[in-house]
């Protein structure tokens, strides 16, 4: 057998190595490359989506950012993040690990019913919620049961009331996602860990801070980054249950497009606004996964 | 992972270089011809020879369908040698790939295009439709559909302007914002059917002090309150300077103390409780379901509420114009959406002859009879039902007054959500009447002094 060159890596030369990935970086360019450079190109224009284009530069980002309204919309994503991201973490940690010290019987009924909403398409959740948020609907019922009427209020239709009620129809959505990838983490700590603790006195809460949370940042991280980018592009969720309304108070970016691109025949600014969605999720799950390898390493 | 940085690079790179090789958006939709054809028009379609017609539609619901199946049923025994190949699609679906169909090689032939700015506006604008003129003249359209009909799809010829110029579409049926009206609370709160609309307004005050809720709204989903809103400055406003804004022509002014007291006057019922409490937070639909359940006394809505709330409610149940202030009624009003031909089609005169058969004398009678509201030769047809009689008889009114006037919406291609904003701003009060103007001023006078 002829004898190696000594240098490089053991294998087949780095050249071959990237025509074995021709073909899957062909199906990526053409089906993802290349639209998003598209999107980046009609973005520079003002295009009505059937006559020719007037090239505007950089009018439709200086637009992203001077409109109030396209402002509000990416503030309100912000706010959707709480409450996709941050508030089902919170629960998700605390049920999770309620369930894997319990040792519950029948986990695996509880692990699905928590896990269930994520198998309902978004659309149904959202015409189920949009009902039970109506004036005479379930939620309304539910306070006037404990005697809370004066709660009771049309929550899609109210100002205050409206963007906190879709995110919460978030909250409920990702709490069964973010309980199950945890419980799946904490169920890979060795047991020893916690006797270790338990023997040095640690309580629960001391546990908890010390073994479990340490153990399931890969996980957090992976839910984090998951949930968030759901927030963000939020659209099924608003187009059904408010059409960002009341007035503007919970129209977000996705929805914005839509209504540019489909509706108003504003592709050039549509584009821009998904542009500009594009990078802050880019910038937001890209900046999650590096503070978590950060702390791992 | 360390090789990160670089990849990055090369994406980046290789976006920009797909940007700057492709051509400007747009430039490779021929947009077919944009002189008007001339020459004659051939009307027989039985001598057009062999010609497959390509229709695109949004006819999938009740009444709709079974309208256009029997015709297109009719149509093709009658002229064997035409072939038609149907392509359904809800509405939604049809305004979001009509766009890319005509800009594409081929497009339908026929095809049913919304009227407003977006879609019909920006068709005639590339040059994707026919001009109907030579047609409606060749097929005498003009005497059956009235001016004020015509001009829900009629736009000059670079689409810049819209309400005047070319026809583009011709509807089959028509479509009038007026009052439903539950004739037993009426009569239960001792309240005669209002004949003008100061009777109307207090016959609001009367029922709400009998404990009913005179009126009925729905405004979760932004747009219905632009169709109350229309109602109520439809007595306020002349019909023409209506007509201005909702086409968004130039001229007009959002900011006059008639619109002011049109908007004053929503609010007005607000605050006396004509509405429900919740009336942003309520459906559309849930809030019509109740109407028909029996929750309150008025409903101002459109006349595609026709069948179903004739079915619910059957004798109950009336529906008519708006009560003018003086004798002349003003609705907001218009057409369903037009059908129009293609510029690329190869048989432009098939294509007339189709949509000619679809909105004939004949074909009216089939609209009428599946519970459609027929656009022309409405006081001829029959109805189904006393509901659907009231309803001919007030679009038959409408048209003969020339009382409609556009909906609010149409005047620019923003102008939906602007407006539908600015009414859940002003019903929940978080903006006041002259605010409420102003916000849809800019929207207005931005559109018409940048489309001049």
Known sequence: ?297 | MRSRPTSLLAVAGLIGAVALAACTPGSNSDSGQSASPTGQVTTDASTMGDVTLTVWDQEVRGGQAAQIEELNKQFQAKYPNIKLKRVTRSFDDLKTTLRLALSGNEPPDVFQANNGRPDMGAFVQAGQLVPLDRYAEAYQWGERYPESVRKYSSYSTDGKTFGTGSLYGLPQVGEVVGIFVNEAKLEKAGVDEPKTWAEFQESLATLKAKGEQPLVLGNLDKWPAIHVFGTVQAQNVQPDAIRTLGFGQQGGSWKTPENTKAAQTVVDWVDKGYFSKDVNGLGYDPAWQAFSKGTGAYLIAGTWLQADLGKAMGDNVTFMLPPAVADKPVATGGTGIPWAISSKSKHPDAAAAYIDFITSEDAMAVLAKNDNLPIADTADQEATGPLGEAVFKAFGTAVEEDALVPYLDYATPTMADTLGAALQDLLAKKATPEEFLDTVEKDYSGFVSSNK
């Open chain 1, 1 to 297: 057998m002829a004898k190696r060159k000594s240098a490089g890596p053991p294998g087949e030369p780095r050249r071959i190595a990237y025509l074995y990935l021709l073909p899957a970086f062909l199906v990526y360019a053409a089906f993802l490359l290349y639209p998003l450079g598209r999107s980046v190109q009609i973005s520079l224009y003002e295009w009505n989506g059937n006559t020719l284009a007037t090239w505007v530069g950089l009018d439709n980002y200086a637009d992203v950012v001077t409109d109030p309204a396209l402002r509000s919309s990416f503030g309100h994503a912000l706010v959707l993040v709480f409450f996709y991201a941050v508030l089902p973490l919170v629960i998700g940690l605390a049920l999770a690990s309620i369930l894997n010290r319990a040792r519950v019987r029948g986990l695996a009924f509880f692990r699905t019913v928590v896990f269930l909403p994520q198998v309902v398409a978004m659309v149904v959740i959202a015409v189920a919620w949009r009902r039970m948020y109506a004036p005479d609907g379930n939620v309304n019922d539910l306070l006037r049961a404990v005697g809370l009427d004066s709660l009771t209020r049309g929550w899609l239709g109210d100002y205050a009331a409206a963007l906190p009620a879709v995110g919460f129809i978030g909250t409920w959505f990702e709490i069964g996602l973010v309980t199950v990838l945890l419980l799946a983490g904490m169920g890979r700590i060795p047991g020893e860990l916690y006797e270790a603790a338990r023997l040095d006195g640690a309580g629960p809460v001391r546990e908890f801070l010390a073994v479990t949370l340490p153990s399931v940042r890969g996980e957090i991280s992976v839910a984090l980054t998951l949930t968030v980018i759901a927030a963000l592009r939020t659209f099924d969720l608003v187009y059904v249950t408010t059409r960002g309304g009341p007035g503007q108070s919970t129209s977000v970016p996705s929805f914005e497009v839509y209504n540019r691109a489909f509706l108003q025949g504003r592709v050039g600014s549509a584009a821009a606004v998904a542009v500009v969605l594009t990078l802050i999720i880019f910038v937001i799950s890209f900046g999650i996964t590096r503070v978590a390898e950060r702390n791992s390493a």
